[in-house]
């Protein structure tokens, strides 16, 4: 099975399972609703049987009273002595008469029937409606995933061109040898090295040429990796937004959280893609002769994979939204948009600087070569730089992620 073959696979287990938390949180939440309102519904009519009770006490109370004054005062009584079959342990007065209180409360009770009767047939509603939300949801999602690989294909296409445009603006220019010592992370000694070696070449004796081949995939692969990662986590915020008024405020909060965690788990898979493209090109240089493309590859790696994008984002703190009320919710988003979201995205403007500064050390070291060392130089260069430079125009396009 090709990798194509199981990264089909694995995005359709991705949104098969994310379409079963949706219909499941979607019935979660209905269900939830319904078992609310049944027991508020019981809970009022206990309680209104609780106080027809103390009435009917009251009334016979009030009866036995009036019956006492209106024979002490030569009057004509009012109520009757019900017959002793039927009377309570002590008689039991009471009005021949239906009691205009017991009426109120006989039309009262008919009233909680009727609303009773209109909730069940409201939750019958509910469901009729969650399962057509469940339905749409899932017909959209059908509908996504026929568009999604066109809509990766398109932003690869646009980091591709970005990118390689920004590295041949970046190009123009030379460097000081102490600015590309400093970039390069090496000393004067190791640059000169470097410089004699390639000055040894032959048109016919340039090493490694199959290594331009290879690296041109890896920036293909790269990009595509890019696109992925934007993709996926674009996707998931729109569904979030989409959704978010579906759920209360602790399933709104337990949502948000698992939002960050799956968007810092795409961010680390595409880390580990490019690290892993870093160490193939590790095991390339054992046969190239030269060894300034694998210097500039360290470089570049260390300007990009280590720098603080990583270190601020990956370690954003955003697992306690779960156990937070709203309260703590708003202080939390707060400290992880300005300790984490601001500097991360800060670094990213930094980094950019960083790889514009790299796109000239190669035109710099090769300005006095033979042309054939340049155009080889340039081209093996030029693919490390331009993977640099989609990787962190993917990663400023995710900078909607924690303003939304």
Known sequence: MSARQMDAIKRRAESQFQQEEREEGLLTN????????????D????????????????VRRGRLDSRKDAGGAGGVAEWTVAPEDEQEPGGTWYDEKVDPAVRRQQRALAREEKAFGQEQSQEAKLMVHARGLVDRSKAQERMYLQRRGALEHDLKVRFVQEAGALRQAAA?????????????????????NMTRTLSGFGPKDVPALWIEERLE?????????????????????????????????KQFLARLAQLFSEAKAEIKEFEE????????????DKSNGEKL?????????????????????????TDSL??????????????????????????LQQQKATLDGMSKIVPTITATMPSYIQETMANRTAALLEMAYGENLALKDLRPLPTS
């Open 30 to 41: 209905v269900v939830d609703k319904m078992d609310r309102e049944v027991d508020q519904a």
């Open 322 to 347: 779960r156990h937070a009320d709203m309260g703590q919710a708003c202080e939390l988003l707060g400290n992880v948009i300005h300790s984490s979201m601001q500097p991360a995205y800060k670094s």
């Open 293 to 317: 493309t694998y210097t500039l590859a360290l470089a570049i790696d260390g300007a990009t994979s280590s720098g603080e994008f990583r270190s601020h984002l990956l370690r954003a703190d």
């Open 172 to 192: 123009n220019g030379t460097l000081s040898e102490g600015e590309a010592l400093r970039l390069l992370d090496i000393t004067s000694g190791d640059l000169a």
């Open 217 to 249: 995939a890896s920036r293909r692969k790269s990009a595509a990796s890019s696109a992925k990662m934007v993709e996926a986590i674009r996707h998931k915020l729109e569904t979030f937004k989409s959704t978010h008024l579906d759920y209360d405020d």
């Open 43 to 58: 809970s009022e009519v206990k309680d209104l049987e609780r106080k027809l009770g103390q009435l009917e006490g009251a």
């Open 273 to 284: 893609t490019r690290d892993m493209i870093m160490k193939r090109l590790q095991g390339w």
